[in-house]
């Protein structure tokens, strides 16, 4: 079990531009989640992916956001045109199918700065 | 919707001190509650959890009970570390596959 791992962990960018976020899950977990968390705050739900289908989307996940787990196994988040607003730490947990819903792995987060 | 309601930080304490951390949450039916606990340099880690009213989770020392009548999950321990310097996240999971968060609460422990 080598734990949840999020690539890039840091990500600076200029405004307009697109970034990706990659998201390797424990290997037996089905579910996949997408969360972002900003200073001083706690995570918010983005996403949540049971093998390759994305089954819920929160309002937050504007059209420029769009995420995929193509083969169920990792997923991508990506953010088109980037806006200043966007910058935050960009959270992906895992999670085996018979656990609770709330009994998730978390990654390290990959932080987005938008210049 | 569902939302939680923590205690503001930071909180420093003295080694062996007594830590509490209020959370109150809204939502409806019967949520699942949850401590998750961030170390520094560290992600997120389920620390304790209860899933129906009277339940008291535990780990590492730390307690919540699940109180229905209070709406409430406050965090417990008896006797602190400077170890368990970290953040502090109260949350529940309702109906849906997600979880709502509280803002966070940093623990400072001296020695």
């Known amino acids: 079990d080598t734990g949840v791992s999020q690539d890039p962990r840091h990500k600076i960018t200029k405004r307009g531009q697109n970034v990706t976020f990659r998201c390797d899950p424990i290997s037996e977990h089905n579910r996949l989640y997408w969360y972002r968390q900003t200073l001083g705050q706690g995570p918010e739900f983005l996403t949540y992916?049971?093998?390759?289908?994305?089954?819920?989307k929160s309002r937050l996940l504007s059209d420029r956001f769009s995420a995929e787990r193509p083969k169920g196994s990792f997923s991508t988040l990506e953010i088109q045109r980037t806006e200043q607003g966007d910058s935050a730490m960009y959270l992906c947990?895992?999670?085996?199918?018979?656990?609770?819903?709330?009994?998730?792995?978390f990654g390290e987060g990959s932080r987005l700065t938008v210049l | 919707g569902n939302s939680v309601t923590q205690m503001e930080g930071p909180v420093t304490l003295s080694e062996e001190a007594f830590l509490t951390i209020n959370c109150t949450y809204t939502?409806?039916?019967?949520?699942?509650l949850f401590w998750y606990v961030q170390y520094p340099g560290e992600g997120l880690q389920l620390l304790l959890k209860?899933?129906?009213?009277?339940d008291k989770g535990s780990n590492k020392g730390f307690e919540a009970t699940y109180r229905k009548e209070t709406t409430s999950f406050h965090l417990e321990k008896g006797s602190v570390q400077v170890s368990d310097s970290a953040v502090y996240f109260c949350a529940l999971s309702g109906s849906a596959r997600q979880l709502t968060f509280g803002s966070g609460t940093q623990l400072t422990v001296l020695p």
């Open positions: 209860a899933t129906k009213a009277d």
């Open positions: 939502a409806t039916g019967y949520p699942s």
């Open positions: 992916f049971q093998n390759e289908a994305q089954l819920e």
């Open positions: 947990a895992s999670s085996f199918g018979d656990r609770g819903p709330g009994e998730l792995f």
